[in-house]
């Protein structure tokens, strides 16, 4: 009787573990540097093909990214072109970056499941 009452709270609890991995999302952001082009003063973010498709970006749309940790900061992306295995995405034009050559930046990718982040 009371292997049974113990066994059935262990599974209990078990299951509830288990979901609950299922329930908590996990945020995955991907670190990389936004250039200053010096010689057309554009600001540029180079993307690999695999940050390409998981962002999946269109031109004229938002590049969400955040500085310093976590100052959100939004841009208009007006072009898109390949070089190579990158992909350079050309953001709007601004006057705060102009004196920084390069600035570190972090952007959200995909957000997983618990389980799922834990084993991939």
């Known amino acids: 009787m009371f292997v049974k009452e113990i066994f059935s709270i262990f599974t209990f609890l078990s299951l509830t573990f288990f979901s609950s991995g299922f329930a908590i999302k996990v945020k995955k952001y991907e670190h990389n540097q936004l250039i200053v ?28 990214y955040l500085v ?26 601004s006057e705060n970056h102009l004196g920084q050559k390069i600035e570190l930046i972090k952007y959200f990718v995909e957000s997983k499941s618990f389980w799922s982040n834990l084993f991939s």
């Not at 082009?37 to 938002?62: G, I």
């Not at 310093?68 to 208009?76: A, C, E, L």
């Open 37 to 64: 082009d010096p010689v057309d003063k554009k600001t540029k973010v180079f993307l690999t093909e695999k940050s390409y498709y998981k962002l999946n970006p269109k031109t004229l749309s938002d590049f969400k």
């Open 68 to 93: 310093k940790g976590d100052i959100p900061i939004s841009k208009n992306i007006s072009e898109i072109t390949q070089k190579g295995n990158l992909y350079e995405l050309t953001l709007t034009p």
